[in-house]
């Protein structure tokens, strides 16, 4: 069969178009551009892309500080956070990123106003995979989605919950406005959150604090408690009551900024609480912890000796109840205070004397210390 050559010549750019096309379909990538806003916030948070697609992410540091992207498998989120907190000094190493098969692609850790390319093929399986910062203290509020599905479809911004709650488009809140209506008047200025949404007690936030080392923790308490707890030296620092923290310079973007309390600590454990012999100096080594019911509960080891901490308000909502769980004790533990630390402490088990407090090694086992607030002032 013989094709006219004008006939063929017009059809050609045709022929060119189709296969450019389906090329195009086959093999085109779709690029995502991420940067980072203040506030410990992805500018892109939430994506849809079909099933088997091929993307591009070019993630650009744009803040003061690190960070790394994680996407995980669907609703693995939390865990992934924290099992980075819990990598401890081993963090770094591995960009905070968790060895798990939950951690389907990530970029590690970079730099302020670096930029890494993650290039990828999205889930056969249709669902919400979502993607976090996993660097310390950022995971609880710096976080997306990648809605994998046939039909492009997503939820209403407002009632996507798997953003972050300041991100889904909700009305201003009553200082917000105020602040509007009265924008170029002399007034006093409403203060501005010191956290970017309003979380639920109990919860927990890797923090630089003063008077803790790097690896603190800083843990927030029904009843308006808080407490920091020292995953470097492996115990509680310090508590206090009236507020949690004042995140607002770490928000801003500020490198070296500190977490500052907000209320008034009524607690300062002045030593290492714990001795298996009276005055020896014993070795702890942080372990990390796990969420019950949204507490920590933290693990280390003294001499070797598993030790399990969770604290939790105590029911006069002016203290701390401290249990512990050491289930492989076998001989007499000291529990050792303070006068000076701002608290009275009563235990369920063994004898106070001296400000020292001796368990047998049955009773080391399982206990609890409860903490009250002495009257008085700051400590």
Request: glycine share 8%.
């Amino acid at each position: 069969m013989r094709v006219n050559k004008k006939v063929f010549l017009l059809l050609l750019p045709a022929l060119f178009a189709v296969k450019a096309n389906g090329q195009g379909i086959k093999d085109s990538v779709t690029t995502i551009l991420m940067k980072v806003e203040t506030g410990l916030q992805f500018d892109v948070v939430r994506f849809h892309a079909k099933p088997g697609q091929k993307l591009k992410i070019v993630f650009e540091n744009t803040d003061d500080m690190d960070h790394n992207m994680v996407i995980t498998r669907p609703g693995a989120r939390e865990e992934m956070v924290t099992a980075a907190l819990n990598l401890g000094e081993k963090g770094p190493a591995v960009s905070y990123i968790p060895k798990s098969p939950k951690v389907l692609w990530s970029i590690p850790v970079i730099s302020p106003h670096q930029q890494k390319v993650l290039t990828f093929t999205a889930p056969a399986e249709s669902g919400v995979y979502p993607y976090v910062c996993t660097y310390p203290g950022h995971g609880f509020v710096m976080y997306g989605a990648m809605y994998v599905n046939t039909t492009g479809k997503m939820p209403d911004l407002a009632e996507d919950m798997n953003i972050p709650p300041n991100r889904r488009g909700a009305p201003m809140s009553d200082g917000e406005k105020h602040d509007d209506m009265h924008a170029g008047h002399h007034m006093p200025a409403v203060p501005k959150p010191l956290h970017p949404y309003t979380p639920i007690a109990p919860y927990v936030y890797r923090v630089f604090i003063e008077g803790a080392s790097p690896a603190a923790i800083a843990v927030s308490l029904p009843n308006n408690l808080s407490y920091c707890w020292d995953a470097g030296t492996c115990r509680l620092r310090f508590a206090w009551k009236g507020g949690f923290l004042d995140n607002s310079d770490l928000w801003k973007g500020k490198g070296d900024a500190l977490a500052k309390v907000v209320g008034k600590i009524f607690f300062r454990e002045a030593n290492f609480p714990f001795s298996f012999e009276e005055n020896e100096m014993p070795v702890a080594d942080y372990k990390g912890y796990r969420l019950i019911k949204r507490y920590p509960e933290f693990h280390y080891t003294i001499n070797g000796t598993a030790v399990y901490e969770m604290i939790k308000p105590g029911l006069d909502k002016n203290g701390l109840v401290r249990n512990f769980r050491i289930p492989g004790a076998t001989k007499a533990l000291w529990f050792i205070t303070d006068s000076k630390d701002g608290v009275t402490y009563k235990a369920s088990a063994g004898q106070w004397k001296d400000g020292k407090l001796k368990l047998t090694a049955a009773q080391a086992k399982n206990f609890t210390i409860t903490m009250t607030a002495k009257g008085g002032g700051t400590l």
